[in-house]
């Protein structure tokens, strides 16, 4: 037999500080009726109270010098009210009357409220997807004129089918990835704005993903394709920065943001990345940034191995390159900058991929356009987490090779896994060395460092 539930405030609520304002301020939850739910009844929002400021000397009327002491005025207060008995302290509040503060529109409590909060934790590449494509090109252009409050869940979850089925131009629907952001958008801001009080109810606490919602396309870079492209590649230096991408599993701002300080012979240290997002000419942020989450949180520092291939082709690279500071940058550009990617991307990496046959660029039968070659940074990164796998390497071995925090995230890499056991550093080893011995007319070649 379901246990009864009495409607109205949960407990005595809580205390806590709001820095922004500097005042302590009681907040509560009450159940409401709910006709779906098992037990006919919902928590929602109730409703908050400003106790008083913060005053450590409690000079200031009404001010209190500790969180401890504006719990204890909190409690005579409740108390007051649920024993008539006793006089109410002055100021006290009615718990049955929920305080719905100012109505905001979506667009303005995001830009007011919610991003200011949310942005410090941001990095630059997270903020420019946030601000420009999933709020400036999806969550705006539907929801930023209308009130939060009249925002209804069965629109919210249409809408979310709409983007998974048919969004995009060509009548496709968005990947898992996208809708799975925006989904997250919306319950992180409704959730946000029922506990500062600006709404009673959360209408899209449970919205659901949609059944239909296409896969994220994310090929990976086979070993022998990796081969076929090296062979395509027009310098030394451009085979050693594909070997590192490929072996050392290292991102491509990481890889661009090496300096020969980081590296000790066997070894290189993950010490910064470059940020995409510098502007050189107007010198609009720093050059570089610290490099994205990493296993070790404690040292902020991945001390990545270097397959013996691999280190001996940037010692042979580093003899060869010209006069050698330790605080420059390993592979830098003729102006001696730090290389662009998205230049050596499109300059070098799909031409020798188009040549090597790893890339098909025909023309629409429709449009008569050729579609851009299909080749990212990621699919190093995808294409030796699958190799080890297929090698038998224990799952724990290949994320710590990766750096990635969570293991759900190696197996989202991983295409094809079949597990077994130990040692990732000779595994890499043994994929350098095959794919060495199958490359025709290997031959040693002075780098040319431009």
Request: proline residues 5%; charged residues 30%; positive net charge.
């Amino acid at each position: 037999m379901p246990r009864k539930v009495k409607f109205g405030p949960i407990g005595r609520g809580w205390v806590e500080h709001d820095e922004k304002k500097n005042v302590f301020v009681a907040k509560w939850q009450v159940n409401v009726p709910d006709e779906k739910r098992p037990n006919g009844c919902r928590k929602v929002w109730g409703g908050q109270h400003v106790l008083g400021p913060l005053d450590e000397n409690c000079r200031k009327k009404g001010a209190f010098s500790s969180l401890p002491k504006a719990k204890e005025h909190w409690e005579k207060i409740c108390d007051g009210i649920m024993n008539p008995s006793q006089s109410l302290p002055a100021h006290s509040v009615q718990l049955r009357s929920p305080a719905v503060k100012e109505s905001y529109t979506f667009e303005r409590y995001v830009d007011e409220i919610w991003i200011p909060i949310r942005r410090t934790s941001w990095n630059e590449a997270t903020k420019e997807n946030n601000e420009e494509f999933y709020f400036g090109t999806k969550l705006f252009p539907k929801w930023g004129h209308r009130l939060l409050t009249d925002m209804r869940r069965d629109e919210m979850q249409e809408w979310l089918d709409w983007l998974a089925r048919s969004a995009k131009p060509d009548g496709t629907g968005y990947s898992k990835t996208v809708v799975q952001h925006c989904l997250n958008h919306l319950q992180a801001i409704f959730a946000h704005a029922r506990e500062r009080g600006y709404i009673t109810d959360n209408v899209a606490y449970d919205l659901r993903m949609p059944k239909l919602v296409r896969d994220e396309h994310t090929p990976a870079l086979a070993l022998e394709d990796f081969g076929r492209l090296l062979e395509n590649l027009p310098t030394p230096k451009d085979q050693l920065m594909a070997r590192l991408l490929y072996y050392v599993g290292v991102r491509r701002e990481e890889l661009f943001g090496l300096k020969w300080k980081d590296y000790n012979g066997k070894t290189i240290r993950v010490v910064r990345q470059i940020n995409r997002h510098f502007r050189r000419k107007s010198k609009q942020g720093n050059e570089t940034v610290p490099p994205k989450n990493r296993l070790e949180q404690s040292t902020k520092i991945a001390e990545l191995e270097l397959p013996d291939d691999v280190h001996r082709d940037l010692d042979e690279y580093k003899r060869w390159c010209g006069k050698v500071s330790e605080d420059g940058f390993v592979f830098t550009s003729m102006r001696n900058t730090p290389i662009n990617s998205n230049n050596w991307l499109n300059r070098v990496l799909k031409p020798a991929a188009l040549h090597a046959g790893i890339l098909k660029q025909d023309r629409d039968c429709v449009t008569g356009k050729q579609p851009k070659a299909e080749m990212s940074y990621h699919m190093f990164r995808r294409g030796i987490l699958s190799e080890l796998a297929a090698e038998k390497e224990d799952l724990t071995a290949i994320q710590q090779h990766a750096r990635h925090k969570n293991l759900k995230t190696t197996l989202d890499y991983i295409k094809k896994i079949r597990k077994e056991q130990p040692a990732a550093k000779e595994s890499l080893n043994t994929l350098s060395a095959r794919e060495r011995s199958t490359r025709k007319g290997h031959t040693e070649k002075k780098p040319n460092t431009q």
